[in-house]
């Protein structure tokens, strides 16, 4: 009887030594399993965090290349425009001593002389603003004599400052020669060279 309970004793040891074996083993190898899908979960967002790291560095990157693109275009465009205003200041200037002169009255009277070599032109008006008209009258007129036999008229207008308007076939056309006219004519031709030049020294 005694050996009978002493196997039961040992063989209840067996069993529940084992049992505890088989139940460490299942936690350690829970934890091992535990810990590596930390150490994964860990290493992919530490990857995650310097992927969008770089991704975001890469952004701020070419942000700021963009921006100093961007702000190279605007000076360049900038200085253009300045050049351009400074172009026109120049000829409005040069203009303006011009029709200041005694040359316009030659000039008016070339004008008038291109004008009346065309025989669909009927009753030429030269049109000054009476400042001109008064300083020029006579230069003017004495130049035109023959022509202004021929219908061509001086006439006043106060609208515009200097320089002169033609009007032909009474009045059904206006030619533009006045100071501001001949500026953004001119200006409107050189600009764009200027602007060529300037983007081939870019």
Avoid: C, H
């Amino acid at each position: 009887m005694e050996i009978q309970l002493q196997e039961l004793i040992d063989q209840i040891k067996k069993d529940g030594v084992e049992a505890a074996e088989t139940q460490a083993e299942a936690i350690l190898n829970t934890a091992k399993a535990e810990a590596e899908k930390i150490i994964s979960d860990a290493k992919a967002q530490a990857e995650k965090l310097v992927a969008d790291a770089k991704a975001e560095n890469a952004r701020t990157v070419k942000s700021g290349e963009d921006a100093l693109r961007q702000a190279g275009r605007n000076l360049l465009i900038s200085f253009r425009e300045s050049v351009a205003k400074e172009l026109k200041a120049i000829l409005s200037e040069n203009v303006s001593e011009i029709y200041s002169s005694e040359e316009l009255a030659q000039i008016i009277v070339k004008a008038v002389a291109g004008w009346t070599s065309k025989p669909e032109m009927e009753d030429i008006t030269v049109i000054l603003n009476s400042e001109d008209l008064k300083k020029l009258e006579d230069t003017v007129v004495s130049g035109l004599k023959e022509k202004m036999q021929n219908g061509i008229t001086l006439k006043a207008n106060d609208n515009f400052d200097g320089g002169f308007r033609i009007a032909v076939n009474d009045g059904g056309a206006y030619y533009d020669y006045s100071q501001e006219a001949v500026t953004d004519m001119l200006s409107n031709y050189l600009s764009p060279k200027i602007t060529a030049l300037l983007r081939e020294a870019e």
